[in-house]
């Protein structure tokens, strides 16, 4: 039979019965989509306990679901019964399609695949679950290369809507085609994909995920603060360290060593880390400890361990602030001096002029007005935010504050000078802290006599609704002036993320690569900025997709951190994508000017 004729009826096929080959996460989470929505499920393991805990797994899925009134105890019934167990592949004989989802490994997926061929009707699909594996290299070893293709789900797969499909040059469409349907009625978004390592959204996201192995190894921060930074800075669900112990550590190592070898960015080259921890079998959730240490193997409960964030207060004694500077006129000002006011603090608005520091404090009242209005504190709240801080036309206003914060210019130069003057105005103790994003905290501090007493105080816009701070201790500071800065987090209800003086902190460092190796997807004609945002935000959980966020930013924003990251830390992956610089030099930057990666109405 040609391979035109195998696949005849497989475009009127229903496949509505489906062998999963693999229990793993991946396959048992497969395997509850596809019962949960009416399919007949043959679940294939030769590890019995990974097909029992398959099966528990589900069991206790739907009952939760059940506990949540989202399914009726004849619908959980039924869904277990639609999932049966196997322990060899003969069981799939009867299916109209078969994924398999085994360890990434080009001789264990090749020995299903040519056990497959011996086993499955002929015009019956066979899908891989690889995210980094070339799916046209397997479909080319098979007898029936016609009806295979790559169908990438995201972990974990009950919750997360992206499914990547991949054709190879050999796929048939109609293939592709039934498949696609599949995938819409199991309630998922369908994208289609090429064939190279990671596809688009882990092509993406294992990079990020790399960096911050990397960043961890390098003891730069802590797992718990690089987890927490990404989670509160970006919006993301789970934070990078946590999310490579639910991928498995080893998983994540085997999918960026196909990367590396295919696109040979250093950036893909797997950090040590992983390599040792997969090596002692420390592959994350489902071995039970990874990055963080679990109940048990399997569990999502993260236990202490010997590694864990010391609790809060032991930071030691810290200094007393009641009284509090905020230095500058722009939102970011603004919004800090909101917050300090809102947390109890006398609070001092300074400008350059009387004028701009009263137009200022005049945005705090509108913000305040807002919350008014959606009953989120009264108005007699509001006015008692508002006589907490006095507007005024001169640092000179900062002689007795505890705590001076600068919101000023991201220029160097002038943020040195305004340190300079508050070494002047500010009484001996009072902490000196800057925002700065980008520029080196310790260049500040050298501005003043009192290098001991300055400290990276790194808000998130807009301040009153981000929770993220990132504490940037320089070699300088004192330990009393980093306590005293993580109380006063913790008073103003901020979390704060502990992290050296190092360009683009703990945040920036991580998403601004991931940023520019989008561009740079779109640039190599590999995806659409749609695809890749779509992927983003429905494989990785992303709020915003990378093209929606860079408008947002700012394209000259990001080109300047960009630069700076490249500038630091030297590396080849990091130079900014020559179609950003593009965009940059043709005045194209964002929602901001009404265009930037996409266009915009004039406001």
Do not use: W
Not at 321 to 349: D, Q
């Amino acid at each position: 039979m040609d391979h035109q004729s195998t696949l005849s009826a497989s475009s009127s096929l229903s496949l509505s019965t489906v062998a999963v080959v693999g229990l793993g996460t991946m396959g048992a989470g497969i395997a509850e989509v596809l019962a949960r929505a009416g399919r007949e499920v043959i679940g294939i393991d030769t590890d019995e306990s990974a097909a029992r805990r398959a099966v528990a797994a589900l069991e206790a899925a739907t009952a939760r679901s059940v506990a949540k009134e989202r399914l009726t105890e004849q619908e959980r019934l039924n869904i277990l019964s639609r999932f049966r167990i196997f322990g060899e592949l003969e069981a799939a004989a009867v299916a109209d399609l078969v994924i398999e989802v085994v360890p990434e490994s080009y001789e264990a997926k090749q020995q299903v695949f040519a056990a497959l061929d011996l086993i499955v009707r002929p015009d019956a699909i066979v899908a891989t679950g690889t995210n980094a594996l070339s799916v046209t290299r397997l479909a080319a070893e098979s007898a029936h290369p016609e009806r295979v293709l790559g169908l990438h789900f995201f972990n974990p797969a009950p919750t997360m809507r992206l499914v990547e499909i991949v054709s190879s040059v050999l796929t048939d469409p109609r293939a592709v085609d039934c498949v696609t349907a599949l995938c819409a009625e199991l309630g998922k978004e369908p994208v289609a994909a090429g064939d190279r390592p990671g596809f688009v959204a882990d092509g993406l996201l294992f990079g990020y995920l790399n960096q911050a192995a990397a960043m961890y190894e390098a003891k730069y921060a802590s797992r718990e603060d690089i987890d927490a930074a990404m989670k509160l800075g970006c919006g993301l669900p789970m934070g990078p360290l946590a999310l490579l112990d639910l991928i498995g550590i080893d998983t994540a190592r085997t999918v960026l060593e196909a990367m590396y070898a295919s696109s040979r960015d250093r950036l893909h080259a797997p950090a040590p880390i992983l390599g040792q921890l997969a090596e002692a079998g420390l592959t994350g959730r489902k071995a039970g400890r990874g990055f963080y240490s679990y109940e048990a193997p399997g569990s999502p409960v993260v236990v202490r361990d010997a590694l864990s964030a010391p609790e809060a207060g032991a930071h030691g004694e810290g200094r007393a602030v009641s009284r509090v500077g905020v230095a500058g006129s722009g939102t970011m000002a603004s919004g800090i001096a909101e917050v300090f006011a809102k947390a109890g603090y006398e609070v001092v608005l300074a400008a350059r002029s009387e004028d701009k520091a009263a137009t200022a404090k005049a945005r705090i009242a509108k913000s305040l007005a807002r919350s008014v209005d959606k009953g989120r504190m009264t108005g007699q709240a509001r006015d008692e935010v508002l006589a907490r801080i006095t507007p005024a036309g001169s640092l000179d206003s900062f002689a007795e504050v505890d705590l001076a914060v600068e919101a000023v210019a991201e220029d160097l130069a002038v943020k040195q000078d305004l340190f300079a003057t508050l070494d002047k105005v500010c009484k001996p103790g009072a902490v000196l802290a800057t925002t700065t994003s980008s520029l080196p905290v310790v260049a500040c501090a050298r501005a003043t006599a009192r290098p001991q007493d300055v400290i990276g105080m790194h808000f998130f816009n807009p301040a009153p609704a981000m929770k993220l701070v990132e504490v940037v201790r320089t070699v300088l500071t004192a330990d009393d002036v980093h306590a005293t800065v993580r109380a006063v987090c913790a008073r103003i209800r901020k979390h704060p993320v502990d992290c050296g003086d190092r360009a683009g902190f703990i945040v920036n460092a991580l998403l601004f690569p991931y940023l520019n190796n989008a561009i740079k997807m779109v640039q190599d004609h590999y995806a659409s900025l749609d695809e890749i945002d779509a992927a983003m935000k429905l494989g990785g959980g992303y709020p915003m997709g990378p093209f929606e966020l860079l408008d947002v930013v700012g394209l000259d924003v990001s080109l300047a951190i960009e630069k700076v990251l490249h500038r630091e830390f030297r590396d080849p992956g990091l130079a900014p994508a020559p179609l950003l610089e593009h965009l940059v030099a043709a005045g194209c930057l964002g929602r901001k000017t009404g265009r930037g990666f996409r266009e915009y109405a004039r406001r």
